[in-house]
């Protein structure tokens, strides 16, 4: 069974910056595509990054400029580093991973919180 294991969220001043890590753990197949994703209340869970095993990357539009993804690929871990943080950037954000059989792992999610 995959584990995830989120940290780095917090309470952060509209500006600032934050770094999430997320690790896997117990994969029996390759990881893929590992990304991020976040839910506001009273919102759908929206993507926010991603990046393939050959380090592609894809960003919504909201965050492109402000928010890098990155993968170490030895630790099967990924960060999203993310700078001039918003009000609107407020959300549980959760790690998402794909295996190379296309099974979605997702982990238990971590709270940003941006205050302005």
């Known amino acids: 069974q995959v584990q995830l294991v989120e940290s780095g969220g917090g309470l952060v001043q509209a500006g600032g910056s934050l770094r999430l890590s997320c690790a896997a753990s117990?994969?029996?197949?390759?990881?893929?595509?590992m990304g991020w994703y976040r839910q506001a209340p009273g919102k759908q869970r929206e993507l926010v990054a991603i990046i393939t095993s050959s380090a592609s990357t894809n960003y919504a539009d909201s965050v492109k400029g402000r928010f890098t993804i990155s993968r170490d690929n030895a630790k099967n871990t990924v960060y999203l580093q993310m700078t001039s943080l918003k009000p609107e950037d407020t959300a549980v954000y959760y790690c998402?991973?794909?295996?190379?059989?296309?099974?979605?792992?997702w982990g238990q999610g971590t709270q940003v919180t941006v205050s302005s």
């Open positions: 117990g994969s029996r197949f390759r990881i893929n595509s």
């Open positions: 998402m991973v794909q295996n190379v059989i296309a099974r979605d792992y």
